[in-house]
């Protein structure tokens, strides 16, 4: 679980840098996540993305006129020196409360073009949450993302999913804040509470249970987001990945470098069953061609390390049913408690379809703890982001586990500042603004994902013209 | 002059709040500007204000529908704690290097939804600024300018009209920076430098000396931003209250307040000459009308100040040619100095066309100096601002002059963080809120301004429908 009161000293010590000392200097040599893989091929590809700032902010103005980003989303990084990648992508994320407070005027003001964008005409908001209402840290999570809503001139209030809230109830949270969550009512094909019908309904709920009778076939007039086909009722791992293929190499060409620089590779098995032996032909084979491919990718690079695989199901979320493993022999070795934990996620749901991904080992860490930086979006700005750190797990192990505590970025982190002229390898800005790129490149897989998934387009076919990442121009 | 040292140092001051402290706390016990009219009227309008932010909002929203705001632009306001109002708008703001550092990732934010409107294909940027070259502050706001538009990802450079740059020159700054002024050349119906070919153009150059040629009839496809008409060649600061007195009027039904509370009486005399006391009859009678309209509103709402007017050149800027005036008569009497004073403003043009403009005191002070708030805008956002404060001015005299200093306001005043609950009158978050409310209310007058001004607009006819301020609907 979170410590919230360890997170918020953390925090607490980041902010605490003294203001003598330019702040640019400060970045770079205080309570800066160490990378000891910050050599070599890493300081090439920072010096690549520096030198094509216009191009790459060009590239993606131009991205995000043909797709359309999602609402908001979060996404997981790994950092191993040699590679910077995208692990898992959230568009529903939770977590907004482990931003920095200084990072908040500028979600309101992203906030405010996400708004504008899915109904300018919009005063009202309902935001939906997750069912577990006890989770103190994610009530935190809406907290802050009421607090972000309400800021940008919305009208917000919480409809809840819940069926033990079965009237208005208000909740306290540390801090002082309080929480009053409503049970969502339907009227017709509209949802929202007895006496607020609200024009936008926010899901901030991954649907990984399926989606609820209530919210299916909805008025047009009331726009839905993320739209239903977010949810992990719908959403598959193996398909965003599919897309952030194109993404990467698109990019990848604008910025001349390897894809696989930025792009785990990854499999999918579509017939998993975890508790029967025999049916794990698919992943053994899977596993044993995908370490393979990435064998090879380490000797053309020089890496020494070990390479491995990561096993999770291709829907869901929270950390859960996911598995490191070295060698294919190991997934046909398991044994039955192991085999139990992945057999089941969130909601108890069964796991039959999984994504094997090329493990990033993540190289940074922060005060002695593997750390993994996570980056916040909203509509198409990187709003904010914090290091998740795990001080008992390996370079090669999931961080989002219980002991994981957050560490924000420092405000003066801010994404979107790179500085020029900065000697590769020493700016905490030029590295958070990488972070940044990636983000958004994994934010614009998702786009496509959700315009090819989308149940209503007509021409949705995916591989149109229509809908494919418009290839990068020479620069 | 700014004393640069002074002003940071109070900045530094600003920022060492300590952080054990809820910093909502913070705001409103430490160095919060005194506001010792906050009472009575000043606490219902901020009540209103706050109780109508979704209606606010939602009116900006549809307003920006309709009009284009400016690409950037900075308010003076004043607040005399029964009134709250802009006094003047810059269209081609300076002091930028006067926001706060933490002002940056919102203002690059903003930049690049500005940067977006004007020129989504764009890659190159092409600064031009104001021709005085030697004033150290003024450069450093180019070089903060640089910074904030490069980030946005556009490859950025001077090109400059001053005569005496006639090859590429570095100029070193305080603080480490440098910045590389070119000569702006012309080729065929383009502008640029010899080898850089920009799709956008801004102006940081207000044009008081006129139009240069070199600037008139370019390419289309060149987006010159603001326009040329923008400039003090041809712009009016009546022209600009008059239209922001459609906005006062359509905003203040929105909010039930009377429009003059948020809205400076004026009147204007095209034909003046200081030098020639004959011809100041208008002048005088303007002056002696609008004193007994401020007069009658003072009875109105009990207040026991003595009202007055600021006389001030129509076209211009820089604080020149400015008076504070309490009775006509003492516009009959100017003594010689005081004429010539008045005659002649920036770039040494000469002033014909006066506007009178009610006074507005400012009942702020920061360390006992009185002070006004500047609120800067990019697109429609607000992204910082600071006070200006003159400790040897009284509280109805022009601030901008020899002698002020300007201290911005700390990150944690973020001017769309409305801090709702805070009982009135108790928050820096929610005075700050208000600040930019009227920021954008004078934003969004500068956008009907240009918009009817527009020489190349086919149906600009001012007051039709098309280019009108929506009504408020009731809340």
């Excluded at 996404?75 to 994320?93: E, H």
């Excluded at 103190?136 to 001139?153: D, P």
Aim: proline letters at 7%; a negative charge.
């Amino acid at each position: 679980m979170v410590t919230a009161a360890g997170a918020a000293d953390r925090a607490l010590a980041w902010n605490r840098i003294g203001y003598a000392v330019p702040w640019s200097k400060q970045l770079s040599t205080l309570s800066v996540p160490n990378l000891p893989g910050a050599a070599g091929p890493v300081l090439e590809f920072e010096r690549r993305i520096l030198d094509s700032i216009p191009e790459i902010e060009h590239w993606f103005r131009l991205q995000w006129q043909e797709h359309t980003p999602p609402f908001y989303g979060s996404v997981d990084l790994r950092n191993a020196g040699f590679k910077l990648a995208p692990i898992d992508t959230n568009l529903f994320p939770g977590g907004f409360n482990n931003l920095s407070e200084e990072a908040l005027p500028c979600a309101v003001q992203a906030g405010q073009v996400a708004v504008e964008r899915a109904c300018p005409d919009a005063r009202r908001l309902l935001l939906i949450p997750e069912r577990h209402t006890r989770n103190v840290h994610y009530l935190l999570n809406v907290a802050r993302l009421v607090r972000i809503l309400s800021s940008t001139g919305l009208e917000v209030r919480i409809g809840t999913l819940a069926e033990e809230i079965t009237a208005p109830a208000s909740i306290s949270l540390p801090g002082g804040q309080s929480l009053r969550l409503e049970p969502l009512v339907r009227n017709g094909r509209r949802i929202g509470l007895p006496d607020f019908d609200p024009c936008v309904i926010l899901l901030n709920n991954d649907l990984s249970a399926g989606i609820p009778d209530i919210l299916r076939g909805l008025d047009p007039t009331q726009t839905l987001l993320p739209p239903l086909h977010a949810g992990w009722a719908v959403r598959r791992k193996s398909t965003h990945f599919a897309c952030y293929n194109e993404v990467a190499e698109s990019f990848a060409r604008l910025v001349q470098v390897d894809p696989w620089m930025i792009n785990p590779l990854f499999a999918r098995c579509g017939e998993v069953d975890f508790r029967d032996t025999a049916s794990n032909d698919c992943l053994v084979s899977q596993v044993d061609q995908l370490l393979a491919a990435i064998r090879e990718k380490y000797r053309t690079y020089e890496i020494k390390q070990k390479p491995f695989v990561i096993v999770k199901a291709d829907a869901g979320t929270y950390g859960m049913g996911i598995m490191t493993v070295h060698d294919a022999a190991e997934v046909a070795a398991l044994n039955r408690k192991q085999r139990n934990k992945m057999a089941i996620v969130k909601e108890g749901l069964q796991v039959s379809e999984v994504i094997i991904q090329e493990g990033v080992p993540s190289y940074e860490t922060v005060e002695d703890g593997v750390a993994e930086p996570v980056v916040y979006l909203i509509d198409r700005y990187v709003v904010g982001g914090f290091y998740r750190v795990h001080p008992e797990r390996g370079i090669d192990e999931n961080l989002n586990a219980p002991g994981m505590h957050f560490v924000p970025l420092p405000f003066r982190c801010s994404c979107n500042l790179p500085e020029l002229g900065a000697a590769p390898g020493s700016s905490m800005l030029n590295r958070f603004y990488i972070y940044g790129v990636i983000g958004r490149l994994a934010l614009l897989a998702a786009a496509l994902e959700l315009e090819r998934g989308d149940p209503s387009a007509t021409a949705a076919a995916a591989g149109s013209s229509r809908t494919a990442i418009a290839p990068a121009l020479a620069g």
